[in-house]
């Protein structure tokens, strides 16, 4: 059983279930906000701070082969909203979507076939799944 990729829009509230899930992404893990300073102290300890940890730029890749799927992507990364992603591992995290770039592909029986990629912020940290969502 596949677990599909899952949008949601708060502001509406509306779903969208990938057709296909994305064949490629990178990793969505935030880095921390870390500094420190050198201290006189005679054991040279430094003193370290954490600042808010600062949004991640992501990508992730895949194919569309209908029309419908094509607009749906158009759709949900145009919104100037925050997207709650759910993957297929059931974690979840909200977005701010950037781009949503897409290469149409040769193939006479899919006249629809294109390759994408999406760019997004993610803005939160990733929830860890306490179960997989069905599809």
């Not at 599909?4 to 279930?17: G, H, K």
């Not at 949900?76 to 950037?98: M, N, P, Y």
């Not at 803005?123 to 860890?128: E, G, M, Q, R, Y």
Request: proline letters at 7%; glycine letters at 4%; charged letters at 25%.
């Amino acid at each position: 059983m596949v677990t599909r990729w899952r949008l949601y829009d708060p502001t509406v509230p509306e779903t969208y279930v990938f057709a296909i899930n994305p064949r490629e992404m990178e990793p969505i893990y935030r880095g921390r906000a870390l500094s420190f300073e050198s201290t006189t102290a005679t054991d040279g300890s430094n003193i370290y701070w954490e600042g808010n940890t600062p949004p991640r730029s992501w990508t992730f890749a895949g194919a569309v082969r209908t029309q419908v799927d094509h607009a749906a992507l158009v759709d949900w990364t145009s919104r100037r909203s925050r997207i709650r992603v759910t993957d297929h591992f059931g974690r979840q995290f909200w977005v701010l979507f950037e781009r949503f770039d897409a290469t149409p592909r040769r193939d006479a029986r899919r006249p629809w076939l294109h390759e994408y990629v999406v760019a997004a912020q993610i803005i939160t940290t990733p929830t860890a799944p306490t179960q997989l969502l069905a599809s």
